[in-house]
């Protein structure tokens, strides 16, 4: 198995255990309530939000990773495409930041 399938496998078993939110209303309430421990953002999103997100988790200091594409972050979680994912669980989201560490994901 690749390790961007890790990545993403594990994106799908997050949702399952319900510790993931997708989209971007969801994953920003989750990043201004302080719930979200990390964020995933496509790498086909849009300026706008990519800047938007990364300015509210660098002011409440939640790691954000570029990962993926909409496509592909919205077929691990069982959904359409989505832009962006906030991870609701420490565990979580620790383990999925190393698998894109060593993947070499942008941060």
Not at 22 to 39: P, V
Not at 62 to 78: Q, S
Not at 95 to 102: G, K, Q, S
């Amino acid at each position: 198995m690749k390790r961007l399938d890790k990545a993403l496998a594990m994106l799908g078993l997050c949702m399952k255990a319900g510790k993931l939110v997708s989209g971007e209303f969801s994953a920003m309430d989750a990043i201004k309530s302080r719930k979200a421990f990390l964020t995933v953002m496509a790498s086909d999103a849009s300026e706008n939000t990519k800047k938007r997100f990364r300015d509210k988790c660098a002011y409440r200091g939640i790691p954000i990773v570029e990962y993926g594409d909409k496509e592909a972050l919205g077929r691990a979680v069982g959904k359409e495409g989505r832009a962006v994912l906030a991870i609701l669980e420490e565990g979580f989201a620790t383990n999925i930041l190393h698998i894109m560490e060593v993947n070499g994901c942008q941060k």
